[in-house]
């Protein structure tokens, strides 16, 4: 739900009505993840998507089910072999979907509303519902906060509403959407309860060293994978507005200072276009022992090897240049801008998702590598 967080808070604003149907859980080469959501009003309009098409028509009809009758429903997709033309997912996969009404008269509204308004504004926020439970506890939800502060709840159950709370701030701290199981009282034991928890996080972020051309289309390539985007060069001449238009920010400084006073973390890609010693060096030297998920650097093989010797003799050890991805990309035999830009992308994009690079045709892995567990063994009404 929070992944269409910008229209839904439209929506609220403007005071309309709607049903939202968001992903649960997922089994098999399903074709969105836990959170995604489409949405519909009470004159029909929808946004978002759940499936990438294979079963939006018969969600849309459970959304304007639910916003007549106020119900919320849990339901199941996957693909049959005995009815190839029944309702669901052709490519083999399994999908669970949550769909909640989000009328003015519920008492859910007040807390969706102000999770969809802290996702839409780029704060942190995490908003857990009842996927799976006694009718009591339906059309309820808890929205937590990174300061431990939260709204809503699910009733008159106080020490649910604590565990969920916790459970919900573990999630948000690890940017995760996704279930868990809890008892109906909020312990370990008892009827089990099944609960989604969506986080809403900053956007990760993508800093570009080196404001040359092939940075200016990797900066559109990153917006368009939903970074935030910082391009730093020391070279006020070069690092201007004019040149990044796309870009979130421009920063004229040298590029080891900047990376020393700005934040970063495990979600944070680096990407090192200067392919010049006196800014490459002190910057690898400290960008290879922070924690964050990506480094790769630009140059020739020939570069590549000066700059692995020039960094080994400020001490950079071999556990750290073994984190470096230089040259960087993946062989695509790229030659412009554009092409170069989407050979890093596919290496940041593989580097996040456990992919191997190797084509798919003819291959006998995974399409889709996500580590995370997915929940799809049982599914039931909410009612």
């Given at each position: 739900?929070l992944?269409?967080?910008?229209?839904?808070n439209?929506?609220?604003?403007?005071g309309?009505?709607?049903?939202v149907?968001?992903?649960v859980a997922?089994g098999g080469?399903?074709?969105?993840q836990p959170?995604?959501?489409l949405?519909?009003d009470?004159?029909g309009?929808?946004?978002?998507?759940?499936?990438?098409g294979?079963v939006e028509?018969?969600?849309?009809?459970l959304c304007r089910?639910?916003l007549?009758?106020?119900?919320?429903?849990?339901?199941?997709?996957?693909?049959?072999?005995?009815?190839a033309f029944?309702?669901g997912?052709?490519?083999?996969?399994?999908i669970d979907?949550?769909?909640t009404p989000?009328?003015?008269?519920g008492?859910v509204?007040?807390?969706?509303?102000?999770?969809?308004?802290?996702?839409?504004s780029?704060?942190?926020?995490?908003?857990?519902r009842?996927?799976e439970?006694?009718?009591a506890?339906r059309?309820r939800?808890?929205?937590v906060r990174?300061?431990?502060?939260?709204?809503?709840g699910?009733g008159?159950?106080?020490?649910?509403?604590?565990t969920?709370?916790?459970e919900?701030?573990?999630f948000l701290d690890?940017?995760?959407?996704?279930?868990?199981?809890?008892?109906a009282r909020?312990?370990?034991?008892?009827?089990?309860l099944?609960?989604l928890v969506?986080?809403?996080?900053?956007?990760?972020?993508?800093?570009?060293?080196?404001?040359?051309?092939?940075?200016?289309?990797?900066?559109?390539?990153?917006?368009f994978?939903?970074?935030?985007v910082?391009?730093?060069?020391?070279r006020?001449v070069?690092a201007?507005?004019a040149r990044?238009?796309?870009?979130d920010?421009?920063v004229?400084?040298?590029?080891?200072e900047?990376?020393?006073r700005?934040?970063?973390?495990?979600?944070?890609v680096?990407?090192?276009l200067?392919?010049?010693a006196?800014?490459?060096?002190?910057?690898?030297?400290?960008?290879?022992?922070?924690p964050?998920?990506?480094v790769?650097?630009m140059?020739?093989?020939?570069?590549?090897?000066?700059?692995d010797?020039?960094?080994?003799?400020?001490?950079v050890?071999?556990l750290?240049?073994s984190r470096?991805?230089?040259?960087?990309?993946?062989?695509l035999?790229?030659r412009?801008p554009?092409?170069?830009?989407?050979?890093?992308?596919?290496e940041?994009?593989a580097?996040r998702?456990?992919?191997s690079?190797?084509?798919?045709?003819?291959?006998?892995?995974?399409?889709?590598?996500?580590?995370?567990p997915a929940?799809?063994?049982r599914v039931?009404?909410?009612a």
């Amino acid at each position: 739900m929070l992944d269409i967080a910008e229209e839904l808070n439209r929506w609220v604003e403007q005071g309309r009505d709607f049903a939202v149907a968001t992903v649960v859980a997922v089994g098999g080469s399903a074709p969105r993840q836990p959170g995604a959501a489409l949405a519909v009003d009470a004159d029909g309009t929808a946004v978002g998507s759940v499936s990438g098409g294979c079963v939006e028509g018969a969600v849309y009809e459970l959304c304007r089910q639910a916003l007549e009758d106020g119900e919320s429903v849990l339901e199941r997709f996957g693909y049959s072999d005995e009815d190839a033309f029944a309702v669901g997912l052709t490519c083999g996969g399994v999908i669970d979907i949550l769909v909640t009404p989000v009328r003015a008269d519920g008492p859910v509204r007040p807390v969706l509303a102000a999770a969809l308004a802290a996702a839409a504004s780029g704060e942190a926020a995490a908003v857990a519902r009842i996927a799976e439970g006694p009718a009591a506890l339906r059309g309820r939800a808890l929205l937590v906060r990174p300061d431990g502060s939260r709204e809503g709840g699910f009733g008159d159950v106080p020490e649910l509403d604590r565990t969920v709370a916790a459970e919900a701030g573990a999630f948000l701290d690890a940017g995760r959407t996704g279930t868990l199981e809890i008892g109906a009282r909020g312990s370990r034991c008892g009827s089990p309860l099944t609960v989604l928890v969506e986080s809403s996080v900053p956007a990760p972020r993508m800093i570009v060293f080196g404001a040359i051309d092939f940075a200016s289309a990797l900066v559109r390539v990153g917006k368009f994978l939903g970074y935030h985007v910082t391009v730093c060069d020391a070279r006020p001449v070069f690092a201007t507005r004019a040149r990044f238009p796309e870009a979130d920010e421009i920063v004229v400084e040298w590029p080891h200072e900047y990376l020393e006073r700005t934040d970063v973390d495990g979600r944070t890609v680096l990407c090192v276009l200067t392919h010049d010693a006196k800014f490459d060096v002190p910057l690898l030297r400290l960008a290879l022992r922070l924690p964050v998920a990506y480094v790769g650097a630009m140059g020739s093989r020939r570069t590549h090897l000066d700059r692995d010797e020039r960094l080994r003799a400020v001490g950079v050890s071999e556990l750290e240049l073994s984190r470096l991805r230089s040259p960087i990309g993946l062989d695509l035999g790229a030659r412009t801008p554009e092409e170069t830009a989407l050979s890093i992308a596919a290496e940041i994009v593989a580097a996040r998702r456990g992919g191997s690079g190797v084509p798919l045709t003819g291959a006998h892995t995974p399409i889709h590598h996500d580590t995370a567990p997915a929940r799809a063994d049982r599914v039931g009404s909410v009612a």
